[in-house]
């Protein structure tokens, strides 16, 4: 068995198409957040059996690798729970996130769960001993119209490779760790990102989102409010469609700003409207799940403090995050598909390209340019 592919197509403004009214950072991903750091690993390939295999692990760092003893402020919130993420409990609980978020297939959550541990003991081997037991958190969706999802591709050193190659910089997205067998909206999906940073009057605070997207169904996708799929739709009228399941889709925010964990659970919310604003209503089938982080703040592992103190923004200082949430969540949803290149997968089912050229004359069509 070999893993790779090849690159992602094109980001949705490489296409003259952009999204809200806030500046995206340098970067427009994830990484614009300082010390978040992302890796994949990438797997298409055939099983011995001759199965192909679609699907792979992608790793979130948030403070440069070192979680552990800098852990950070955290929240979530579930727009639907037909979906898992392990160590999801303990954030809402304590607020605080100590692991790498590491996202893959379904029925990998067990694999890649135990992989981290071993990775975490091997840099950490106080763990359960002189510090507490860790639950990493790891987030999945199913790629099993894809990828033959029961034979248990996804293995330790694919989680190793996700860790230790993580990096800041340029993000790939599209069928790339994670999001390598994703399909969203009937097109092929994945890993997209993007972000924002707001004016200096604002806080000059940055926020970036990296998505996992296997979400939706053609006819619901919306770009900046066009009614892209209604359109595309009988392009894709003889392709084969998944029939059993919705998708699902896992989200990870991370910002600057200094925020409680309450206050990240109230942005986690607003990146729903975001979702739905691509053409996502949480339907029955699909788990959809925000995961957040602030960097702004660290709560040492080693301190034997009993007190600790800290700045938070005001809760009326939140607005422009919400609103630059919702534009980048929508961003990141989008860039998944621009990025992710059509591909056969299991039981020679085939998800298509979001076709480029199309897009851009639906959305000179109903969004001229200086409009």
């Not at 409990?89 to 769960?113: K, R, Y």
């Not at 990493?136 to 199913?142: A, H, Q």
């Not at 040492?300 to 938070?312: G, M, N, V």
């Not at 919400?322 to 989008?334: D, H, K, P, Q």
Request: charged letters at 20%.
């Amino acid at each position: 068995m070999s893993a790779g592919g090849p690159a992602g197509r094109a980001r949705l403004r490489d296409l003259g198409i952009s999204i809200g009214r806030f500046r995206t950072g340098p970067l427009n991903a994830i990484t614009d957040v300082d010390g978040v750091m992302v890796g994949h690993s990438t797997i298409i390939a055939e099983s011995d059996a001759g199965h192909p295999v679609r699907t792979g692990v992608t790793a979130i760092l948030p403070n440069a690798g070192d979680i552990f003893f800098e852990r950070v402020l955290g929240g979530a919130f579930i727009l639907n729970g037909a979906g898992e993420m392990s160590g999801l409990l303990q954030v809402l609980e304590w607020g605080i996130i100590e692991t790498p978020i590491l996202l893959t297939n379904t029925l990998s959550v067990g694999t890649v769960h135990e992989a981290t541990v071993r990775h975490m003991l091997d840099r950490y081997p106080g763990i359960g001993t002189e510090h507490d037991v860790i639950i990493p958190i790891v987030g999945e969706c199913d790629d099993s119209f894809m990828n033959d999802i029961a034979g248990g591709h996804v293995r330790a050193e694919h989680v190793y490779e996700a860790l230790d190659t993580a990096a800041g910089g340029v993000v790939p997205e599209g069928n790339v760790g994670g999001g390598t067998g994703m399909v969203a909206f009937d097109l092929k999906g994945g890993i997209g990102t993007s972000s924002r940073r707001l004016p200096d009057e604002q806080g000059g605070y940055t926020i970036g989102i990296l998505v996992m997207s296997n979400v939706g169904r053609l006819r619901d996708l919306r770009v900046d409010g066009v009614p892209v799929g209604e359109v595309l739709e009988p392009m894709f009228a003889d392709q084969e469609k998944r029939k059993w399941l919705y998708g699902s889709v896992i989200v990870v925010l991370a910002t600057d700003a200094p925020l409680q964990a309450l206050q990240i659970n109230r942005i986690c919310k607003r990146v729903a409207l975001g979702l739905g604003r691509v053409g996502s209503y949480a339907a029955h089938g699909s788990g959809e799940i925000v995961l957040g982080f602030s960097t702004a703040n660290v709560v040492p592992r080693a301190s034997k403090r009993r007190l600790y103190s800290a700045t938070f923004l005001a809760d009326q200082a939140l607005d422009a995050l919400y609103e630059a949430s919702i534009e980048c969540t929508e961003e990141a949803m989008l860039n998944a598909l621009t990025a992710a290149y059509g591909l056969e997968g299991f039981s020679g089912h085939y998800a298509p390209a979001l076709p480029l050229n199309v897009l851009q004359d639906i959305w000179n069509r109903y969004r001229p340019p200086g409009t």
